[in-house]
């Protein structure tokens, strides 16, 4: 599986790339398709970040990860 740094990761934000993706747990995912991510923005969250400890504050639980593509992992 290719390896993504923090850095590389806040480039995929839906601004600097036309990727959009998040990181959870150490896996990074392509959340492009969700029209919640639309322009890299869900609620008060950004693309882009590692959003392990954010998930505590959600209104959902990690398996909202299941129905997207996993591109890589963080480093």
Same mark, same amino acid.
């Given at each position: 599986?290719?390896?993504?740094?923090?850095?590389?990761?806040?480039?995929?934000?839906?601004? /600097?790339?036309?990727?959009?993706?998040?990181?959870?747990?150490?896996?990074?995912? /392509?959340?492009?398709?969700?029209?919640?991510?639309?322009?890299?923005?869900?609620?008060?969250h950004w693309a882009g970040q590692d959003l392990t400890e954010e998930l505590v504050d959600?209104?959902?639980?990690?398996?909202?990860?299941?129905?997207?593509?996993?591109?890589?992992?963080?480093?």
């Amino acid at each position: 599986m290719k390896e993504y740094t923090k850095n590389q990761l806040a480039l995929r934000n839906g601004q /600097d790339k036309e990727e959009i993706w998040v990181a959870y747990k150490g896996q990074i995912y /392509d959340v492009g398709s969700s029209r919640l991510w639309k322009n890299g923005k869900h609620y008060e969250h950004w693309a882009g970040q590692d959003l392990t400890e954010e998930l505590v504050d959600a209104p959902h639980n990690e398996a909202v990860f299941e129905k997207f593509k996993i591109i890589g992992k963080l480093v």
